[in-house]
């Protein structure tokens, strides 16, 4: 049977091709570019990647399948691509709900005005790139003026091998091999930019005379091809803090073009967070200043020009769609504001591009748990209530609340006690992360004039729905700025000054760095951030103040 192959067919792609027996069907569509969502890498834990065998034998089921799919969609031929092995000819239908989608990408960013002053000797083009673990972004600059010529985004085209980093860390160290993979996947994704870029505006990559890459730590790993072991084990720490100024040839982007890459500031503050910081100032400021830049990674910065404090909470990819239910990214379809009416508890829901709802996505998963703490769906503690409504019901074993009803139950799109319990994971390391550092410096959220939130997540969030949830300390909301794409802004500055690269170069060596996995107050902080808003409700006197104007209810926790 080894030595068999079969052809496979995905619709409505129609895309095909002959495979080895034994390959899966993940495997089989990641060959051949079908868009299927895949959260966890392909390790049958996120049931993210249901496909339908239109035609052809399939294998026998596995025991998880039935975690995600129902008996009788498993008898319809419903099955997990990762799982399902390719044993025959066969047509794969991919549902629209198993795709990602088309991707609302965050490029804007803060117009930071810099002195031209290019590193780069010869006139001509710059290309500076942010390289997210969800997404690339590329900039194409006209060095003489400074103009940028276009925008160029992709996701990025690690996801199908783990949507987390700590997945992809995971593959890296088990295989030389992924390492390469992976290595080769990023720089192949970074090079279709430039590509892209260039065609749109009819130049020519040539003309590309310097590059500048910001990412986090591990995708720096990544792009470099660097072994990653270091950063799976504590202290958590890459090898080498520096910058990089690298020759053409080493990733052979642009064929006149080398490449700068600015320092780290420690194992999970990578390359992104000193842009972001160059980009909003916080290095110079007079006034004390917080940065976050919210991801699965979320990065934290705060003081003012005359010291600085960092740390990287682990907030989990819950918020972009990972161990949610019904959670996706941030695509067409995906419910991005939710409201509840507090007499009927009925929602109303937004979608992207105004498309039918197929998924939630951050920004809609943080307004809904804002939403069903206001009206007492959930307790402050994050447990459903049990209230006779036909949007609360168990289902498949599961409490849930129904925000959206599909045409049959299998295809209502609900959030569950299970999902809340995620969500308050990644609530509670983000907040928690930033009271300590705030702490470091004797802080309170009064005493910070401006806040800063960045990245794509950060970019549509409610801040107000963030702050009922104690997602973020209780801040002045008037101080509260999304600067969209901070990372972006700060390459681009790079690229353009020589200046701002010298500032990026000494951020690090203003930042005091708080590794809070050995934090002593870390873990307690965390503990009591779970709740809604949090234990201590002192921490958030305005929010309780609106909150006891609503129909929430306290858990026993808070009396």
């Known amino acids: ?252 982007l642009a064929p006149k073009s080398p490449i700068y890459i600015p320092p780290l500031i420690a194992g999970f503050v990578g390359a992104d967070c000193v842009a972001a910081t160059l980009a909003t100032g916080l290095h110079e400021a007079e006034e004390t200043s917080f940065l976050m830049d919210i991801g699965t990674n979320t990065e934290i910065v705060i003081g003012d020009k005359n010291k600085l404090v960092a740390c990287s909470c682990a907030s989990g990819p819950a918020f972009e769609g990972a161990h949610i239910k019904y959670g996706m990214r941030a695509a067409t379809g995906a419910i991005e504001g939710v409201w509840i009416n507090p007499e009927t508890l009925e929602p109303s829901i937004r979608t992207i591009d105004n498309g039918t709802p197929i998924g939630l996505c951050g920004s809609g998963l943080i307004d809904l748990l804002a939403e069903m703490l206001k009206t007492g769906i959930m307790d402050s503690t994050g447990r459903l209530n049990r209230i006779d409504h036909p949007r609360l019901r168990e289902h498949n074993s599961v409490y849930e609340y129904v925000v959206a009803w599909g045409d049959e139950p299998s295809h209502d799109i609900a959030i569950t006690q299970l999902d809340i319990r995620e969500l308050q994971k990644g609530k509670a390391a983000i907040y928690s992360g930033a009271y300590v550092a705030m702490n470091r410096l004797n802080l309170t959220p009064r005493d910070i004039k401006n806040v800063y939130i960045a990245g794509a997540f950060g970019t549509y969030i409610d801040k107000q729905s963030a702050t009922l949830i104690g997602m973020i300390p209780e801040f002045p909301q008037n101080n509260i700025q999304q600067v969209g794409n901070a990372a972006g802004t700060g390459a681009r500055m790079m690229l353009l000054s020589r200046k701002a690269r010298e500032e990026a170069e000494n951020i690090p060596k203003q930042v005091e760095y708080i590794e809070l996995a050995t934090s002593p107050s870390y873990n307690k902080e965390y503990i009591d951030a779970l709740m809604l808003p949090h234990r201590n409700l002192a921490r958030f006197p305005e929010t309780t103040m609106r909150l006891d104007k609503t129909g929430w209810v306290k858990g026993k926790l808070h009396g």
Do not use: W
Request: charged share 25%; net charge negative.
């Open 1 to 252: 049977m080894d030595t068999m192959s079969f052809e496979v067919i995905f619709q409505p792609d129609g895309k095909r091709d002959i495979f080895k027996a034994g390959t899966t069907l993940l495997e089989a569509a990641r060959s051949l570019g079908v868009d299927i969502n895949s959260v966890c890498g392909g390790a049958g834990a996120c049931g993210k990647c249901i496909i339908r065998i239109i035609s052809g034998k399939t294998s026998p089921p596995v025991e998880s399948e039935y975690k995600y799919i129902s008996e009788t969609n498993i008898e319809n031929g419903y099955r997990l691509a990762c799982l399902q092995k390719i044993v025959s000819d066969m047509v794969v239908l991919v549902p629209e709900e198993s795709r990602t989608g088309t991707q609302r990408l965050q490029t804007e960013g803060l117009d930071t005005p810099v002195t031209l002053d290019p590193v780069a000797t010869e006139q001509g083009l710059g290309f500076a790139a942010d390289i997210g673990s969800t997404k690339l972004a590329g900039y194409l600059l006209d060095l003489s003026n400074g103009e940028v010529l276009t925008v160029s985004t992709e996701m990025n085209p690690q996801i199908p091998y783990g949507e987390d980093i700590i997945t992809r860390i995971t593959n890296a160290i088990q295989k030389p091999r992924n390492n390469q993979v992976l290595h080769e996947a990023l720089v192949d994704g970074i090079r279709k930019l430039i590509n892209d870029a260039c065609i749109k505006t009819e130049r020519d990559p040539e003309d590309i005379k310097d590059t500048v890459l910001v990412g986090n730590t591990a995708m720096q790993h990544f792009i470099l091809g660097i072994d990653l072991h270091s950063l799976s084990r504590n202290p958590f720490m890459p090898e080498n803090l520096a910058q990089r100024n690298l020759p053409q040839e080493t990733l052979n």
